[in-house]
């Protein structure tokens, strides 16, 4: 049997690891994919709100040529996220962001509103029951984006400060593996994903935007005292390229990038924890056409016990 | 707890308590970004005047389009251009296209456009074009269009870096 300060310890790195998770997408087009709110712990539900503020620090071209950002692009999101367990093993969530994006210079702007929210659908398939030394925990989750934030195609005067979604359907799938092992834990999450073609009809553009496929890589470790977890992660993206066809007819290029984070985090009581992180876009990986940020997350959380 | 010793790549590890921090580290330090970081001059030289005798040529109506920088656009400000329409025979012959002329700007790597430019007639074969911004860092195309309505008759692409 586990003793209590272990079991603690076990409960907050499994219900902690998961704000690691979060994509902290390149900015220029909307978030991209968002990896669900997945309760990996043994509560039967889980509420959390986060406030990010990201700034784009630089571009890199199709060509893998770096240019530093000259003019400051920020987002702040606030996000709300929930997910609840059902029949045992499986669970739903949603997560809804709202987002503030402010630019300086010469098109000085700026535009709030909702972004894209997402459904998730959970099972369970590896349990942790009998906390053996070596299987991990594992869950499975399909999710579904709706486009409920303007995308860079629906920009009211084309600047694009009003897009804070992709603004195409899409379907994922992915799965998430955890495991501890004294103090330390470690987490592993991979997910593909697919959006689905959508019309355009603006000033400049009128046909059909085709994107395609994408899926993300994330493996992470932390570190456990007590109530404080310290924490790092790499998260690794792609999407295929997107298409137009119409009147402006182009063929586009793969986007990829890495996000690098740093996370402390505290338990503030044994269902509430909050968690500071720091993710760099600039550090990781080899990154293609997409603008790199840098971003600051406060996240808070509250989980109900079975 | 008690953990059984292991081995990863020939290295025994008697406690796995730190095997996920060096799994970890070895990712870390394999997968350091490289930036290289672009020279601006470089990118300013990218965008040039359409010139030569006869430009681009638009060979539905048989009509050259020469251009001009008036003030070149950047990541910070505004630019603007002249375009010359002219006879492909005799040069020094102001000619306006039967269609409309109209400009696209567009990042194709990233699948979107700007923010619309405006396009004015000046004088016979002279249009200024102003309001061209491009609303990130990135190769861009000039897209020269002339347009019946909504419908693309003919279009020609320079290609820039912003």
């Not at chain 1, 059902?86 to 987002?99: T, V, W």
């Not at chain 1, 000085?108 to 659908?121: A, I, K, W």
């Not at chain 1, 059909?208 to 456990?224: F, K, R």
């Not at chain 1, 940020?293 to 406060?298: F, N, P, R, V």
């Amino acid at each position: 049997m586990l003793s209590k300060k272990k079991f603690k310890k076990l409960l907050f790195s499994l219900t902690l690891f998961i704000v690691t998770e979060k994509n902290f997408a390149a900015p220029c087009c909307g978030s991209g994919f968002t990896i669900p709110s997945i309760i990996t712990s043994d509560d039967k539900a889980q509420v959390a709100l986060s406030y990010s503020y990201s700034q784009i620090y630089a571009d890199v071209f199709a060509n893998g040529d770096w240019r530093r950002r000259e003019e400051k692009d920020v987002t702040e999101t606030y996000k709300i996220e929930g997910a609840h367990i059902f029949k045992d093993r499986y669970q739903f969530g949603i997560s809804a962001p709202y987002q503030k994006r402010t630019r300086e210079g010469a098109q000085e702007d700026r535009s709030s509103g909702l972004g894209d929210v997402s459904l998730q659908l959970g099972y369970e398939y590896l349990p942790d029951w009998d906390y053996n030394p070596y299987r991990p925990k594992g869950i499975t989750y399909l999710s579904l984006i709706l486009p409920t934030g303007k995308s860079i195609y629906e920009s009211d005067d084309g600047s694009g400060i009003d897009a804070r979604g992709r603004g195409f359907w899409g379907i994922g799938g992915g799965t998430v593996l955890t495991k501890s092992w004294g103090n330390w834990d470690a987490n592993f999450n991979f997910e593909a994903h697919y959006s689905f073609p959508k019309k355009v009809s603006t000033d400049t553009t009128q046909g059909t935007v085709n994107p395609s496929y994408g899926g993300s890589t994330a493996i992470g470790s932390g570190y456990n005292w007590e109530s404080i977890r310290l924490g790092a992660l790499i998260n690794w993206f792609y999407e295929a390229p997107t298409d137009v066809t119409g009147t402006t007819p182009s063929e586009g290029t793969l986007k990829r990038y890495a996000t690098g984070t740093l996370l402390a985090s505290y338990l503030l009581k044994s269902n509430e924890s909050i968690v500071l992180s720091y993710s760099d876009q600039t550090l990781f990986g080899s990154p293609l056409n997409t603008s790199l940020s840098k971003s600051i997350t406060l996240f808070i959380q509250k989980r109900w016990q079975r | 707890m008690k953990i059984r010793e292991q081995e990863f790549w020939g290295v025994k590890l008697r406690e796995n308590k730190r095997f996920p921090l060096l799994i970890f580290m070895l990712i870390l330090l394999a997968s350091c970004a490289k930036p290289q970081y672009v020279n601006a001059d470089k990118l300013e030289s990218s965008i040039a005047n359409i010139s030569g005798e006869c430009g681009i040529l638009f060979s539905t109506e048989d009509i050259c389009l020469r251009t001009e920088w008036v003030q070149k656009p950047s990541e910070s400000t505004f630019g603007e251009m002249n375009l010359i329409f002219i006879d492909p025979i005799d040069q020094t012959r102001f000619l306006d296209p039967t269609n409309e002329p109209f400009i696209v700007l567009w990042m194709p790597s990233m699948a979107h456009g700007s923010s619309p430019v405006k396009v004015e007639r000046i004088d016979v074969g002279r249009y200024r074009v102003s309001e061209i911004f491009f609303t990130m860092p990135g190769p861009w195309d000039i897209r020269y269009q002339l347009k019946d309505g909504s419908n693309v008759v003919e279009e020609k692409i320079q290609k820039i870096t912003i």
